[in-house]
């Protein structure tokens, strides 16, 4: 019955676009827009808004990521109030926004053949999509994600197709839908409950969890904590204790916020860097630093995926910053468990990509008792090359992303490492670091933050690193490397003094 279905929908599927409209421009020039396509599933016309990178050439394929919106609402709902478009260029990904009706909580209805949208998100679209764009046709290159009654639709069809969709994700999502047999209108596609618990429990995320187990289908949802009316707080701890009973690993993320746009497309990046980073290793025609950016980022969502199991019995550190702190080895950390979210090129995130645009996935996931941060002369280098962004820009951005660290993890304790000094072809950022440092060390001082100056240790007479300290005039050498971890070591020893001193005096 499928590979009939299937059929008839690949012969749909070399009609033409019958139209495309475009929304307003994404900051590269590329543009998201509607078309419309006859489904065989829905059996009428139907209309998706799409997005592909602009920067597509003859052959190059992309990851896609579906994205579904809630109840009340359309396929336009991402794109125009939801920073879609704004987010986009940032990717390496084509965005399908398909429409699952206002109420048809993607599944297929047994009285309506009108809502029959899990098979049309399902299977149908992106059969569809394949053929008419430029996407990568593999599971391990496309994910699912959505919000509310989306957010429900996202995982479960993941769960019921894990050979289509690598990974899912939900925001706000109604998880539990048997715990709602009369409210948002799902028994108007189900019917009611009490005639048939067997359907119900087949269209709940919650009840169909165990499908996760070695489908290898990464995960991640999250929700406002007073998103209490709608149900998607209560429904997302459950999901969140029950994948944890079954031992399947998965992010879970609980924020402020309500049941609204503002969380919504405030955490929008959240899950395109989760989704890029679960699907960059089936895209090819990545270039070096992109790749790395979002390979180094997987590796840290793994990881994070495996926490919600089973949290570390000895101290954590968390290593944030570029090259000069990737290249340290956990062994240099005898007694802690050494969360090492470093990476190479990484800027503040000013511009472009950096740490405050990852700090989710780098630190928050962890809830470290000690982060590290040590960035700068990335940054400095674009200064000395661009003319931007000013030291005064950087140290601003440095301020906030310790002042959120604060906020999010009050008992975290952060510790700053000044920028170390250079030599050779990158001596020209010499005094530049060291004006960048005396900010550092009074930014520091006002937020009572600890701090490990190596310059001294690492500079000789002249203020460049010593010759026996460096690689290339950049990088450190395992020598070096040991001087700057025993530096750390001492003040992850102060970190736990002080702490065990506000314990002994609160």
Known sequence: MRSAFLAAALSGVLLSVLASTAFPDSPTGGAIVEVTHESAALGREQTFSIYVPPEAEDGERFPVLYVLHGAYGGHRDWPTA???GELA??????LVFPDGGEFGWYVDSPHDPSSQYATYVGEELPAYIDVHYPTIADRGARGIMGLSMGGHGALLLAAKHPDRFGSASSLSGILKITDHPEKHQIAARLGPMEDNPELWAENSVWD???RFRDSGVRLLFDCGEDDVATGAIGDSRKLHERLNALGIPHIWREHAGTHSWDYWSGHLREHLN???ASMITADEGADRWFRLYFERMSAFLEENGRLALERPAAPTVALLGSSSLQSFPDELFPGYRVFNRAIAGDGLGIVRRGLSWRLEESVFDIRPDVLV?????ND????HREGEPSIERMLEEYAAIVDEVRHRLPQTRIVVMTAFPVSGRFAHLGDSILEYNKGLTRLS????????????????????IRPEYTMDGLHLTPVARDKVAALLLGALGGAEASENQEEMNP
């Open 380 to 383: 400095l280098g674009e200064l």
């Open 445 to 464: 001082g006002e937020r009572g933050l600890a701090v490990v100056d190596a310059w001294p240790e690492l500079a000789g007479p002249g203020g460049e």
């Open 373 to 377: 941060i040590k960035n700068g002369r």
């Open 82 to 84: 939801g920073r879609a």
């Open 89 to 94: 260029a940032h990717y390496r990904m084509v």
């Open 274 to 276: 989760f989704h890029q």
């Open 208 to 210: 169909q969890a165990e």
